[in-house]
């Protein structure tokens, strides 16, 4: 069974920096790319990165490109969203979700991924 779950969030300062995590289970990093996107109340889900842990390529959103670092542990099964410079309107829930590398970075922007985790709230205060 595929599984993921992030954990990290968190209430910051703008300005300031987290680290959240994805770990997942149930799949091969070696065939599966890791998106991270985000929910604000009362606004669509964003997608915010991506990255294949294959071969290292990745993908970020032009909201946060320059603030946002993703990054994977393939032999511990995780991704990590390393954020700095935030911004009171990164605050969101913030789901991490799996897709096969075999459609690119395509569904990733179409937000159509295969499978899903719980998300992570993280709060940035003004």
């Known amino acids: 069974e595929v599984q993921l779950q992030a954990s990290g969030g968190g209430l910051v300062q703008a300005g300031g920096s987290l680290r959240i995590s994805c770990v997942g289970s149930g799949f091969s990093f070696d065939q599966y790319a890791i998106g991270w996107f985000r929910q604000a109340p009362g606004k669509e889900r964003e997608g915010v990165s991506w990255i294949n842990p294959s071969d290292g390529s990745t993908h970020y959103g032009d909201s946060v490109k320059g603030r946002f670092t993703i990054s994977s542990d393939n032999a511990k099964n995780m991704v990590y969203l390393q954020m700095s410079s935030l911004k009171p309107e990164d605050t969101a829930v913030y789901y991490c979700?799996?897709?096969?590398?075999?459609?690119?970075?395509?569904?990733?922007?179409?937000?159509?991924?295969?499978?899903w985790g719980k998300g992570t709230q993280v709060t940035v205060s003004s």
């Open positions: 979700a799996c897709v096969k590398t075999t459609w690119g970075i395509e569904k990733f922007i179409l937000g159509v991924m295969d499978y």
